[in-house]
């Protein structure tokens, strides 16, 4: 690109910046010396490929969405938590929130994630374990009590029950008198990444989609600010892929439900800000930095050449990061605050829209109140005290990021290419759906893992505390335990709920969702009714089992 051209660049990103609203800060370095919002190529300088890089809030967004930056507004500290019953984790969000956490992040039990009651015989052992434990409606309003809905946005990680689980939420907050038309938060719901990764899925694919349909279908017309979709590469990379394969196979997921909306016959600018995106923060730091600029350029160009955007904000890629749970070491496991801080200094200099930042402790139980709060103060630390907010994509125009940047969009572009290939009509979906029935992404993904497992082995990648720097002084942690009690006391309370309810109603009510799902009818409103009725999430999910059945993952050797 040439002078000319960068300098127009530069003057059209110059309007659009004073025009924006900035926060009321101090954007200046320690020693005192003002900073400017964002950099570029010096006047009069030509830049090959510049149209590539940009400037900030101008596509392809390499260097991100807002002319501001972080000026405008600092990404959401948006801490993930759940444990034990509703009302112990309550208690933790109102600690998050007391100590400055801008959202909430739900996390759920096996049973819950699952579709199942806390008083099933598979749920034994598990109820409370890995998060919090939700049989019904009842079970949101205590898990949100004293906590305003209308106000706070709320973030759920659950896909295969999640569209049940959703409408629990949404009785929580009619019982507290909120605006359902005003909510906002996100919920997980991508059935794909199930299929490839985490393995939480409850029917086959095709009825999981016919739910997710009528969920961004239903959130669009009546809950506008909600996002019904957070397109997840989180557990992917969890799982062991590379980094360019937890881009590709999620961008690719993202096509799929995008394909989705529009066979639906929704309008693409109005569906696709709804789809928000979820990606893992690993410990290479400019490798995950140059990950999360390429997302942004590939899916705005996507979504406008390939699905017809024309819109501004349908070809924005809105991600929240998590840093890398799989990165924590149960041997030293206080290093894991410095892991996370980098991490975490990755996603923010990659323009994160929304952070959470694990535990010391989270690879051995969940985290204490201790070192949650060490968690959180550690965005707070980046947040105030390091000067990462004052400049728009500070690393933009190095040779060394750039060129990280251009290589994964590439490798993300040949597995795009892949995908489409294994389909029987070139569409991302049909490809997503034949590469889950071959077990083609677990293939890859396990193979990249073993590839890693055997350079660690080899001490060609070095962790420290488990193949290098092993001696220390550091004592056991004290961490937290989930008592056996909390299983007692949420059956008891289930079946004190299940006792006092309306059975007619509730019978009635799981009629009517079945008989809705043999119909093209959304099933959203008939599903609230059911969560309106106490029906429990394990029966909700049961009666759609007896319609559609349950899906096992074809066995491979």
Known sequence: MDAADIAAGRERWQQRYDAARKRDADFTTLSGTPVEPVYGPADGDGYADFDRIGWPGEFPYTRGLYPTGYRGRTWTIRQFAGFGNAQQTNERYKMILA???????????????????????????????????????????????????????????????????????????????????????????????????????????????????????????????????????????EAGSTAAQELAYTLADGFGY????????????????????????????????????????IWARHLRDDYGATSEKALWLKFHTQTAGVSLTAQQPVNN?????????????????????????????????????????????????????????PLGGSWYVEALTDRIEAEAEEIFTRIREL????????????????????????????????????????IVGVNVHTGTVAKDLEILRVSHEVETVQKRELAARKAGRDPV?????????????????????????AARAEATLGEICEALKGEWGSYREPARF
Request: a negative charge.
């Open 505 to 529: 109603r509730t019978q009635q009510a799981l009629a009517r969702l079945v008989a809705v799902s043999r119909t093209t009818e959304n099933m959203i409103p008939a599903m609230l009714d």
């Open 423 to 462: 389909g029987h009509d070139g569409s991302m979906t049909a490809g997503i759906l034949r590469g889950i029935e071959d077990g083609w992404f677990t293939a890859n993904i396990a193979e990249a893992a073993f590839v890693y497992q055997q350079a660690l082995e080899k001490g060609e990648k070095r």
């Open 337 to 393: 605050v410095v892991r996370t801080a980098v991490e975490a200094l990755a996603a923010i200099l990659g323009g994160t829209n929304s952070l959470h930042t694990n535990a010391l402790d989270e690879t051995l139980a969940l985290p204490t109140d201790e070192s949650a709060e060490i968690a959180l103060r550690t965005q707070q630390v980046l947040m105030e005290e390091t000067g990462v907010t004052n400049v728009a994509d």
């Open 99 to 237: 100590a400055g956490g801008g959202g909430l992040s739900v996390a759920f039990d096996m049973p819950t994630l699952m579709g199942r009651d806390s008083d099933e015989p598979e749920s034994l052992g598990e109820v409370g374990h890995c998060g919090v434990a939700i049989d019904s409606a009842a079970d949101m309003e205590v898990l949100f009590d004293g906590i305003d809905l209308q106000q706070t946005t709320t973030s759920m990680t659950i896909s295969g029950p999640a569209v049940p689980v959703f409408v629990m939420y949404l009785v929580a907050a009619e019982r507290q008198g909120a605006d359902l038309g005003k909510l906002d938060g996100t919920l997980q719901t991508d059935i794909f990444k199930e299929y490839i990764a985490q393995k939480e899925w409850l029917f086959a694919p095709e009825p999981h989609l016919r739910l997710i349909g009528d969920l961004m279908e239903y959130c669009h017309a009546e809950i506008p600010k909600y996002k019904p979709l957070s397109v997840s590469g989180y557990h992917i990379r």
């Open 258 to 297: 995008v394909e989705l909306g529009l066979s639906r016959g929704m309008d693409v600018n109005t569906f696709a800000p709804g789809l928000s995106f979820f990606f893992d923060a690993h410990v290479d730091f400019f490798e995950e930095i140059a990950k999360f600029r390429a997302a942004r350029r």
